[in-house]
């Protein structure tokens, strides 16, 4: 070859060609399939196939049905794709072995769905369209209210230690929001068995890092309007206050944990209910309309409906169906509850280092004991739906 | 919280991270580079609350754009000769996109840069965003295009036919094996950088001269997220290179991780690109013009080659190489001609090319209707059933290839062909970039180094060892590319759908058993083996046998 040749490139916008009928839409002709519209590898929850299973089932592929070479590259042990031993928990199917390949043995797998992993459906049934949605109306909702606040002077009626609140304690929940939501729920997003399992583990990770964002941005803006806010004092509260050095470490232990599932269960079904809600719906959300403050309690909330509406809805569907599995119920209930075991005790521990919050505003919020309760109520009305029981520790 | 600026916000939010006092975030992924701990900016600059809307604004835009294209009816003039490689590439394509996402969490604990990792989760959601945004076009098109088989059976064609398998390494590649070769070189630093310029802005391009303008809406919003990517990607190459004994393992990575992109996107992309248009206007850039430019002058000159300056040695000659496969060996025309030849196993149709694709053909590629001219001819003449059998199975001069072990596209450049016994198995690769990814790099020892960190090449990367012996019907029924009414294909070799025109499964019962090459390889003795190289080695172009000694 001589430089010559080589084709030379125009940068030129190209004109593009005029357009040709070509009747190559929908229905134009009959002929085998032409009426077949619809995807047709896998068997919706529903009679007709939804739009959000439509965008998500099978993206990820499994050995064990289609994926008939099997996946193509491994981590050094050889293991590639998203290995159901990432979890203890089992669904029904998930102890056979891999299909074998080998000369002329055909590239059927099990029939589909092959295991019981692929049968969760989100019921946020989350994906682009609704991400975006959701969590922009979330952004515009929470950006309208703290202007219109700032407009109005409304942080001007703060009780001069809510001002001190907030900046401490309020401030201080930004670390948990952020550190879940990047190394427990974004981490976990690589390791569930399906596509639909970590998509919606990722899309509650990022709940999560919106929220502690959230938390920030509002914390800048109380700098910035408030004179006495310090905009520094949730990060000496958080590394330094003993209120909340049981948060911290059960927060950290909870991005330690190596099963994904055990980490999800941790953290939605038994942390949440007993500390987030704790913390949110049973302190902030009672305690900020008494010191005059009506503001905090929209971030708080938007947070509290994330979780409550939203990601414990999906938590939900992914665990009672391995509850009651129709191979594994025994094996997944005895693992549940083992993890409440280990779990319930860590986290009334960290709520109870939280007790001294509720002395600090002028205006009180109702009582400690009845806050967590009123928790403890929740989260055995949780389990109750999963069909888990009460482990003896939630008394202690 | 509007007012404030993004810069005070942004620093605002680093605030956000801490050291662990009580416990370490779990370490799940191992890499063999070393990265020191030291304060880092994040590239990104993205807070949330911008962000969100942002996204959600370029989605109206798409989805405005698709109900305004159904209601135009779109496909009244879309090119079916385009939208039957959608079925191919739309198989493919979501697959990486939610793979890069699955990704990022290979780098949180291995790059301990607390800084990177707001950008690492956006772009997670930013590959939600694409995967499900592109499932949501294929699933407009299995609704509104005239023929939707092979749409309608996407993923499950997608993970059990050998042409998803070569577009699965650019993805499984990303998630596997060293967390920095997979999530940063390969998948970053490489396949971002570098390859998505063709996938997303190149495809549009011929796809709206196709008559098809919502691929181009989704591509470019999905080109929209992509600087941040490269961001990201550039931002854990320069802590890597920070550490000059990183050095080795980056450059072992760039050479695997350019080869390996090279092969399986080239072969794919400039498969769509040249066979898959009817756009034959002389000023249309041929993909060798658009590899040249975005490839060769904007990623291979202004952003790798810049890297020496870090005493970094970067492949040069398999840049060369690649560049001198698609110009001078033929790399597109050998894969799109393999293609056609095995239309049996495919889940799209191939339209035959006329006299004026054989013009713009030679126009762009002096030279090629000599070497492939006559082969597509015979395609032409042998698309529609008649007593014969389908052109795989015919004697057209073309000798049916061996697989490349590691990138799975055949070894079509016969010449170029390595064959060697790698862990106790004959293989055959298509270059010695290849056979090196394999028996060099893929080790837990690189260059007398231990790297135990370093991934494996697994599975049944043969297809056809799948099917070894088995009659074309049969493998066609296994894989399930047969349409409703029990008989006909869903690939074609031409784009006619009078159903008197089609191909069934009886045509394909005619034809013989079908081997597979590996498997029969490794049956030959030594000197079988020899005589099977020295003859391949000579075959082509265009398939053709070696001439008589
Ligand atoms: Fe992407
Ligand atoms: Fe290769």
């Known amino acids: 070859m001589t430089a010559t040749q080589e084709p030379v490139p125009t940068q030129t916008e190209r004109s593009v060609p005029k357009p040709v009928f070509t009747d190559a839409e929908a229905g134009a002709r009959e002929f085998p399939d032409s009426n077949l519209r619809r995807f047709n590898y896998f068997i919706p929850r529903k009679r007709k196939q939804s739009h959000y299973e439509d965008v998500t089932v099978e993206v990820q592929p499994d050995p064990r049905h289609y994926l008939s070479q099997g996946w193509l590259y491994g981590f050094a042990d050889g293991k590639g794709g998203y290995p159901l031993e990432w979890t203890v928990l089992k669904a029904w199917g998930s102890d056979r072995p891999e299909p074998k390949r080998y000369p002329g043995s055909g590239g059927q797998g099990y029939e589909w769905p092959a295991h019981g992993w692929h049968e969760f459906r989100d019921p946020n049934e989350e994906w682009e369209q609704?991400?975006?949605?959701?969590?922009?109306?979330?952004?515009?909702?929470?950006?309208?209210?703290?202007?219109?606040?700032?407009?109005?002077?409304?942080?001007?009626?703060?009780?001069?230690?809510?001002?001190?609140?907030?900046?401490?304690h309020v401030g201080a929940w930004m670390h948990v929001d952020h550190g879940l939501g990047l190394y427990l729920f974004a981490n976990a997003n690589r390791r569930g068995p399906t596509n639909m399992h970590n998509t919606a583990i990722s899309v509650n990770s990022m709940h999560r890092i919106r929220s502690a964002q959230d938390l920030a941005l509002y914390n800048l803006?109380?700098?910035?309007?408030?004179?006495?806010?310090?905009?520094?004092?949730?990060?000496?509260?958080?590394?330094?206050?003993?209120?909340?050095?049981?948060?911290?470490?059960?927060?950290?232990?909870?991005?330690?944990?190596?099963?994904?599932?055990?980490?999800?269960?941790?953290?939605?079904?038994?942390?949440?209910?007993?500390?987030?809600?704790?913390?949110?719906?049973?302190?902030?959300?009672?305690?900020?309309?008494?010191?005059?403050?009506?503001?905090?309690?929209?971030?708080?909330?938007?947070?509290?409906?994330?979780?409550?509406?939203?990601?414990?809805?999906?938590?939900?569907?992914?665990?009672?169906?391995?509850?009651?599995?129709?191979?594994?119920?025994?094996?997944?209930?005895?693992?549940?509850?083992?993890?409440?075991?280990?779990?319930?005790?860590?986290?009334?521990?960290?709520?109870?280092?939280?007790?001294?919050?509720?002395?600090?505003?002028?205006?009180?919020?109702?009582?400690?004991?009845?806050?967590?309760?009123?928790?403890?109520?929740?989260?055995?009305?949780?389990?109750?739906?999963?069909?888990?029981?009460?482990?003896?520790?939630?008394?202690? | 919280m509007t007012r404030q600026s993004v810069a005070k916000a942004h620093e605002k939010i680093q605030e956000l991270s801490w050291e662990p006092a009580y416990h370490e975030p779990v370490s799940q992924y191992g890499t063999d580079y070393t990265f020191s701990k030291a304060k880092k900016k994040d590239p990104l600059k993205q807070v949330l609350r911008s962000y969100f809307p942002m996204e959600e604004e370029k989605d109206h835009r798409v989805y405005g754009a698709q109900d305004g294209a159904i209601r135009g009816?779109?496909?009244?003039?879309?090119?079916?000769?385009?939208?039957?490689?959608?079925?191919?590439?739309?198989?493919?394509?979501?697959?990486?996109?939610?793979?890069?996402?699955?990704?990022?969490?290979?780098?949180?604990?291995?790059?301990?840069?607390?800084?990177?990792?707001?950008?690492?989760?956006?772009?997670?959601?930013?590959?939600?965003?694409?995967?499900?945004?592109?499932?949501?076009?294929?699933?407009l098109y299995m609704n509104?295009?005239?023929?939707?088989?092979?749409?309608?059976?996407?993923?499950?064609?997608?993970?059990?036919?050998?042409?998803?398998?070569?577009?699965?390494?650019?993805?499984?590649?990303?998630?596997?094996?060293?967390?920095?070769?997979?999530?940063?070189?390969?998948?970053?630093?490489?396949?971002?950088?570098?390859?998505?310029?063709?996938?997303?802005?190149?495809?549009?391009?011929?796809?709206?001269?196709?008559?098809?303008?919502?691929l181009p809406t989704v591509f470019h919003s999905v080109q929209s997220d992509e600087s941040r990517?490269?961001?990201?990607?550039?931002?854990?190459?320069?802590?890597?290179l920070s550490d000059e004994s990183n050095h080795q393992l980056l450059e072992r990575d760039l050479r695997y991780a350019w080869w390996n992109n090279h092969c399986v996107v080239d072969a794919a992309i400039g498969t769509f690109i040249e066979?898959?248009?009817?756009?034959?206007?002389?000023?249309?850039?041929?993909?060798?013009?658009?590899?040249?430019?975005?490839?060769?002058?904007?990623?291979?000159?202004?952003?790798?080659?810049?890297?020496?300056?870090?005493?970094?040695?970067?492949?040069?000659?398999?840049?060369?190489?690649?560049?001198?496969?698609?110009?001078?060996?033929?790399?597109?025309?050998?894969?799109?001609?393999?293609?056609?030849?095995?239309?049996?196993?495919?889940?799209?149709r191939i339209d035959p090319m006329t006299d004026e694709d054989f013009e713009w053909f030679e126009h762009k590629y002096p030279g090629w209707y000599d070497k492939y001219g006559a082969w597509w001819e015979n395609y032409n003449r042998l698309s529609v059933?008649?007593?014969?059998?389908?052109?795989?199975?015919?004697?057209?001069?073309?000798?049916?290839?061996?697989?490349?072990?590691?990138?799975?596209?055949?070894?079509?450049?016969?010449?170029?062909?390595?064959?060697?016994?790698?862990?106790?198995?004959?293989?055959?690769?298509?270059?010695?970039?290849?056979?090196?990814?394999?028996?060099?790099?893929?080790?837990?020892?690189?260059?007398?180094?231990?790297?135990?960190?370093?991934?494996?090449?697994?599975?049944?990367?043969?297809?056809?060892?799948?099917?070894?012996?088995?009659?074309?019907?049969?493998?066609?029924k296994d894989m399930g590319y047969v349409r409703d009414d029990g008989e006909t294909l869903v690939a074609q070799p031409h784009l006619d759908l009078d159903?008197?025109?089609?191909?069934?499964?009886?045509?394909?019962?005619?034809?013989?058993?079908?081997?597979?090459?590996?498997?029969?390889?490794?049956e030959m003795t030594d000197s079988e083996r020899q005589a099977f190289h020295s003859d391949y080695v000579r075959q082509g172009p265009a398939g053709r046998p070696a001439p008589a000694e």
């Not at chain 1, 922009?136 to 002077?153: C, F, G, M, P």
């Not at chain 1, 209910?273 to 719906?281: D, M, N, T, W």
């Open chain 1, 130 to 168: 609704s991400i975006y949605r959701n969590n922009s109306n979330v952004v515009r909702q929470l950006n309208q209210n703290v202007d219109a606040a700032r407009q109005s002077k409304a942080f001007d009626q703060w009780n001069p230690n809510w001002v001190q609140f907030v900046a401490q």
């Open chain 1, 221 to 396: 803006t109380l700098s910035e309007e408030i004179a006495e806010f310090d905009g520094e004092a949730h990060l000496r509260t958080w590394q330094e206050d003993p209120a909340w050095q049981g948060v911290r470490g059960v927060a950290e232990q909870l991005t330690s944990t190596w099963d994904w599932a055990e980490a999800l269960f941790a953290a939605n079904v038994v942390f949440e209910p007993l500390v987030g809600e704790l913390f949110r719906s049973n302190l902030v959300q009672q305690a900020a309309p008494g010191n005059g403050d009506f503001v905090t309690p929209t971030l708080i909330g938007a947070a509290e409906y994330d979780y409550a509406e939203r990601d414990l809805r999906y938590t939900k569907a992914l665990f009672q169906p391995l509850v009651a599995d129709k191979e594994f119920a025994e094996h997944n209930t005895r693992t549940m509850q083992s993890w409440l075991e280990a779990w319930v005790p860590r986290c009334l521990a960290a709520a109870r280092t939280l007790q001294p919050l509720w002395s600090q505003p002028d205006a009180k919020p109702p009582r400690f004991e009845d806050a967590l309760d009123r928790a403890k109520s929740r989260f055995g009305g949780i389990l109750a739906e999963l069909g888990l029981r009460n482990p003896k520790e939630l008394n202690q």
């Open chain 2, 73 to 139: 009816n779109m496909f009244r003039q879309v090119q079916p000769r385009w939208m039957e490689w959608q079925k191919l590439f739309l198989s493919i394509i979501p697959l990486p996109e939610i793979s890069a996402a699955r990704a990022m969490p290979l780098l949180f604990r291995t790059v301990p840069n607390p800084e990177l990792h707001n950008g690492q989760a956006i772009q997670m959601i930013d590959e939600v965003r694409h995967s499900t945004i592109q499932q949501n076009l294929k699933r």
């Open chain 2, 144 to 214: 509104n295009y005239i023929d939707p088989a092979g749409f309608n059976s996407s993923l499950r064609n997608f993970q059990n036919d050998y042409a998803g398998t070569i577009g699965r390494q650019f993805a499984e590649g990303f998630i596997t094996g060293d967390a920095i070769t997979a999530a940063s070189v390969y998948l970053t630093i490489v396949a971002e950088t570098a390859f998505t310029n063709t996938l997303f802005v190149a495809m549009p391009g011929e796809a709206a001269a196709n008559g098809d303008y919502l």
């Open chain 2, 229 to 240: 990517h490269i961001s990201n990607g550039y931002a854990t190459l320069l802590m890597a």
């Open chain 2, 275 to 348: 066979y898959g248009t009817k756009d034959r206007r002389k000023d249309r850039e041929s993909y060798a013009e658009m590899w040249r430019r975005w490839i060769y002058d904007d990623y291979y000159r202004s952003y790798l080659v810049p890297l020496e300056k870090y005493g970094l040695t970067i492949p040069h000659d398999l840049v060369e190489e690649s560049w001198n496969r698609i110009w001078n060996k033929g790399y597109v025309h050998e894969v799109a001609q393999f293609f056609a030849t095995g239309w049996i196993a495919n889940y799209w």
């Open chain 2, 385 to 476: 059933p008649n007593g014969h059998k389908p052109i795989a199975f015919e004697d057209v001069d073309y000798v049916y290839p061996h697989r490349c072990w590691t990138c799975m596209v055949p070894c079509l450049i016969r010449q170029d062909m390595v064959m060697d016994e790698v862990d106790g198995q004959w293989r055959t690769y298509c270059s010695e970039g290849c056979h090196w990814t394999d028996a060099v790099a893929f080790r837990d020892t690189y260059e007398g180094r231990q790297t135990p960190n370093m991934g494996k090449l697994t599975g049944a990367r043969e297809w056809e060892t799948l099917y070894h012996n088995w009659n074309f019907a049969d493998i066609v």
């Open chain 2, 499 to 522: 159903p008197k025109k089609m191909w069934t499964l009886d045509h394909l019962r005619r034809c013989p058993p079908f081997p597979s090459p590996n498997v029969s390889l490794n």
